[in-house]
C-alpha cells in the first residue's frame, strides 16, 4: 500500500502559475521607440468616429480617468523628458536600434542626469579631499555600522511536523538541478519539498553542465551528500542513488524515467493532482530541469522543510569547507585594527555582465564593438532580434548597469570606510581589470581576493570549477561584518537571507540606492561632505530595512523570517529592589 500524502487535502492559496523567472540574470526591458515630431494646429470637422472617440475619453475622465491614464502620461512625459535632454534613435538594421545621447562621446554635454558615466572625472577631483578627510579622523564605520538592538531580535526555529519516509514511500523523485551554484542550491532545497509534500524518496540531485557556468562538478564535489542525506533523516529519505531494482526496470538509463514538464511556481495542489499521481504509477518520476518550479508561498510544513534544507542540511564539501575556513581566519587576522571585523563586495563587473546590461562605460567604438562580440558569442543573436532597442543612457538611469570597482569605493568611502578597511571582492573575471580596479585599490590599500588570500596550491583543485569557486566566495562573504550586494542574482539572493538566519534577523548587508548614486556621480562639480552625507543617510537606510519579515510573493531564502525564525521575547525591565 502506497502512503499518503504529507498535506492531507491540498489545499492552497496559492494559485501563482507565473511565467519562468531567471533569477541569475534579468534581461534589460525593451523599449518604446522615440520619435520627436511638430504639433500643428489644424481647424477641421470631426468624423463620426473622431466623436466617438473623444465621448469615451470624456466618459473616462469623468469616472477613473485619473488612475485609468495616470501610466500613459507617465510614459509619455518620459518620452518628452529623454527627447527634450538630447536622445537620439540610431537604426543598425536587421530591426535594431539603439539609443544614444547627441553629443554623447567621453561623457560630454547633453544627456539626462545619471545617463553618463562620468564617475571617473568625480574622483579625481575630489580624490585629495576624499583623503584629507579620512586622514584627520580616525572614525571607522566598520566598527559601527549597524545600531545595536535590543528589542527585534530573531533565533533559528525551524518546524516542519514530517515524518520521515520510510517503506510507505510513494516513489523516487528526481531532479536535474541547473545554473549555477545557487540556481542549483534553489532547485535542491526546492525539490526536499516537494520530495516531503508527495511523500517521496529524493535521489541526489543531478547537475546539468551549464553553457555558461561550465563547470562539471557534481552535488558531492561542492556539497557534503552524507551529511544532507543525515541532517534531512527524520524528515525526507534520501538516497544517492536509485536502487538496482529500479534502474533495471529503465534499462540502467535514467533519461527512460517519465520526464514530467511542469508550471513554474506551481502549487501544492498541483503537485497532489499532476505529480502525485504518475509517481504512484509509475513508481519513479523525474523533472529535468527543476528550477522555480515551486509556489513561494505553501504551507507551514513544506516551507519548514525549505529552511531545513537551505539554512541546515546543505554545507558545502569538506576541501572547500577547509579552505573557505582558512580564508575568513586569514582576513579576521589581517583586519586586527578593526577587531577583526571586515567588509565584503560581490562585484559583478564581469564581460559577461557588462555586455548583457547594454550599458557605456569608456563611449569608445573598442568597447562598443568588444560588447557586441561579446553579445552575440553568450546570446546568440539575442540582441539583434527585429525590434530591439538599447537604451545605454537611460538604462543607467534606471540603475540597471553594474557598478564599478571605482563607484562601489566611492561609496563605501562617502559612508565612512576608511582606508584601513580591509575589504574582500567576491567576483569572476573583472572587465579590463588592470583599468577599473586601480582606483578601488587606491581607496582601499588593504583589499582581498580568492587570489591573494588563498595560495596558488590551495586554489589549483577549485581551478575550472566556476561552482567551487563560488562556494569560496559565499563562505567569506557570510562572515563578514558587512556584505555589499551590488548587481542582484542568485548569490545575494541566498547570502542575505543566509546572513539574517546567523545574524539573529539583520541582513547587514547594503544595497545601494543605484538611481540615487549615479544621479550623484554625474556631477563633476558635486562637494565631498554632500556626496558623503548622502552616502551616510544611504547606510542609515539599509540598516533599517536590515530586519524584514517575508510578504506572501517573497522568497524565504532571502527573507527567512517568520518561517525559519522565531522573535525572541523583549527582555524584562530590570526591578528595583529595597536594599532594606
Known amino acids: ?33 522615440i520619435r520627436h515630431s511638430r504639433v500643428k494646429t489644424l481647424v477641421y470637422k470631426q468624423g463620426l468616429g473622431e466623436k466617438l472617440v473623444f465621448s469615451l475619453f470624456s466618459l473616462v475622465f469623468r469616472r477613473k480617468g485619473v488612475l485609468l491614464l495616470a501610466p500613459l502620461l507617465y510614459i509619455a ?7 527634450s535632454f538630447g536622445f537620439t534613435v ?24 545619471g545617463s553618463v558615466y562620468r564617475s571617473p572625472k568625480v574622483f579625481k577631483r575630489l580624490w585629495n579631499v576624499m583623503e584629507s578627510d579620512v586622514n584627520g579622523s580616525s572614525h571607522n564605520a566598520l566598527m559601527a555600522a549597524w545600531k545595536p538592538r535590543v528589542k527585534s531580535l530573531w533565533k533559528p526555529c525551524i518546524s516542519t511536523n514530517v515524518s520521515a519516509a520510510g517503506s510507505d514511500s510513494n516513489g523516487y523523485f528526481i531532479i536535474e538541478a541547473n545554473g549555477g551554484l545557487n ?12 520530495a516531503g509534500l508527495l511523500n517521496a524518496t529524493l535521489v541526489i540531485p543531478i547537475f546539468h553542465l551549464n553553457s555558461v557556468w561550465r563547470d562539471s562538478s557534481k552535488f558531492g564535489d561542492i556539497f557534503d551528500e552524507d551529511f544532507f542525506i543525515y541532517a534531512l533523516s527524520k524528515n525526507v529519505k534520501v538516497v544517492k542513488e536509485l536502487p538496482k531494482e529500479v534502474l533495471e526496470r529503465y534499462n540502467y538509463n535514467i533519461s527512460s524515467i517519465v520526464n514530467l514538464r511542469l508550471k513554474a511556481w506551481s502549487s501544492p495542489a498541483y503537485y497532489l493532482q499532476k505529480v502525485l499521481p504518475q509517481l504512484l504509477r509509475l513508481g519513479a518520476v523525474r523533472v529535468a530541469p527543476f528550477s522555480n518550479r515551486l509556489a513561494h508561498a505553501v504551507p507551514a510544513n513544506i516551507q519548514g522543510l525549505r529552511c531545513l534544507a537551505n539554512f541546515e542540511a546543505l ?39 557588462v555586455a548583457f546590461s547594454c550599458c557605456e562605460y569608456d563611449f569608445g567604438e573598442a568597447e562598443k564593438l568588444e560588447m557586441d562580440l561579446a553579445r552575440e558569442r553568450g546570446w546568440k543573436g539575442k540582441f539583434r532580434r527585429r525590434g530591439r532597442v538599447i537604451r545605454p543612457g537611460a538604462n543607467r538611469i534606471d540603475g540597471k548597469c553594474p557598478l564599478t570597482p571605482l563607484e562601489v569605493g566611492m561609496m563605501l568611502r562617502g559612508m565612512g570606510f ?17 583599468k577599473y580596479m586601480a582606483p578601488l585599490r587606491q581607496m582601499f590599500p588593504l583589499l582581498q581576493t580568492k587570489d ?26 557570510l562572515h563578514s561584518e558587512v556584505f555589499v550586494s551590488t548587481q542582484g542574482g542568485n548569490f545575494p539572493h ?87
Open 452 to 477: 591573494t588570500l588563498a595560495t596558488t596550491e590551495e586554489l589549483a583543485p577549485f581551478k575550472g570549477h566556476s561552482s567551487r569557486l563560488a562556494a569560496l566566495d559565499y563562505t567569506v562573504c
Open 90 to 113: 540610431l537604426d543598425l538594421g536587421h530591426g535594431v536600434e539603439i539609443v544614444y545621447r547627441r553629443g554623447g562621446g567621453g561623457g560630454g554635454g547633453g544627456g539626462a542626469p
Open 315 to 353: 554545507r558545502f564539501a569538506e576541501p572547500i569547507r577547509l579552505l573557505a575556513e582558512k580564508m575568513v581566519d586569514r582576513m579576521v587576522t589581517k583586519s586586527v585594527q578593526s577587531g577583526g571585523k571586515y567588509v565584503s563586495v560581490h562585484l559583478r563587473f564581469e564581460m559577461d555582465m
Open 183 to 194: 540556481q542549483q542550491r534553489l532547485s535542491i532545497c526546492d525539490a526536499v519539498a516537494v
Open 77 to 83: 512625459g518620459m518620452l518628452l523628458f529623454m527627447g
Open 1 to 33: 500500500m502506497h502512503g499518503l500524502s504529507r498535506l492531507g487535502n491540498g489545499v492552497s492559496n496559492n494559485n501563482n502559475n507565473g511565467r519562468i523567472i531567471n533569477l541569475s540574470s534579468p534581461s534589460p526591458p525593451s523599449s518604446p521607440r
Open 494 to 580: 541566498f547570502l542575505i537571507g543566509h546572513r539574517r538566519y546567523l545574524y539573529k534577523g539583520h541582513a547587514e548587508t547594503i544595497k545601494p540606492d543605484k538611481r540615487k548614486l549615479v544621479q550623484l556621480l554625474d556631477k563633476p562639480s558635486i562637494r565631498w561632505d554632500y556626496f558623503k552625507k548622502q552616502m551616510q543617510d544611504m547606510l542609515r537606510h539599509n540598516d533599517a530595512k536590515g530586519i524584514e519579515l517575508r510578504k506572501p510573493a517573497a522568497s524565504l531564502y532571502t527573507f527567512p523570517m517568520p518561517d525559519c525564525m522565531c522573535k525572541e521575547p523583549d527582555p524584562e525591565p530590570e526591578t528595583e529592589t529595597d536594599p532594606a
Open 418 to 434: 576608511n582606508n584601513n578597511t580591509l575589504v574582500y571582492v567576491a567576483a569572476g573575471n573583472i572587465y579590463k581589470a588592470d
